[in-house]
């Protein structure tokens, strides 16, 4: 069953905007080794760390969005391509454990993306491929629909690792698929912010409080310990998003930002800020 006395970092960063090879080598060079320099033994990044998340999508009508798209797509990977290769090859380097969210570029379609996510072993292996089952709201502009191949837990050393991505985490069919594996560590990540109204109208949504419901709630009903980990959204993404529109500017300065956090008791538990 393994050991569940163990450190995990949550990295709490920010990528390389649209940069993937950078933003590969800040997660391998920088956090990965800090974090097991800190003796963690799982390392998790956010929704779309590689290479960023396409919050632009919520901010532009469709037809304004045509060169943000060409940007992603371009900076979007395989998922046997260097840039992930270069993570796994920092988790092995490090002997820990690794999970990473990432742009999945379609090698059978040109302009196909997935919203992909792996967990990699402390010896380089890629241990669960999952592709986000469906999009949710302005992400269907940009990722196509996954499929459940990617709904296993994996049995390690540290224990039994699970996860699902974003509002996958509402879908009750899709959690106890992994309940039913005998999940003992569930990994909810999410994107850094995640405008749904202009921030001056009512009833908002609080993406803080929703991904504490819904995390505590499935750690509840499974008997296991959470790490939920969002992105942080710096300048120079709001730079490349915004571009010179203070409108967008705006919407985004006033949109809450997501956290990241632990339920259960993971002992010495990081957050990589």
Known sequence: MGNMNFKAAAAHVAPVYLDPVASGEKAACSVVAEAARNGASLVVFS?????????????????QSHEHF????????????????????????????????????NPASVAGLWNSNVLISD??????????LVATFFEKLVWDPGDGAGLVVANTRIGRIGGLICGENTNPLARYSLMTQAEQVH???????????VPTESDNY??????RIRASSHCFEAKCFGIVV????????RR???????TIAAIIDAGPRASSFFFGRLVRQLVMK
């Open 187 to 197: 990994i909810s990540t999410y994107p850094p912010i995640w405008p749904t109204r």
């Open 123 to 132: 010896t380089g292996e890629i241990l669960i491929h999952h592709r986000k």
């Open 47 to 63: 929704e779309s760390f590689l290479p960023g998340f396409p919050v632009w999508a919520a901010l532009y009508p469709p037809i």
């Open 230 to 237: 969002a992105g942080r959204f710096d300048e120079s993404t």
């Open 206 to 211: 609080d993406n803080r409080a929703a991904n």
């Open 240 to 246: 490349a998003v915004a571009l010179d529109d203070t």
């Open 70 to 105: 060409k940007r992603f797509l371009n900076a979007s990977v395989y998922v046997d391509g260097p840039e992930i290769e270069r993570v796994r090859k920092a988790a092995s380097d490090n002997g820990v454990f690794v999970s990473i969210g990432f742009s999945e570029r």
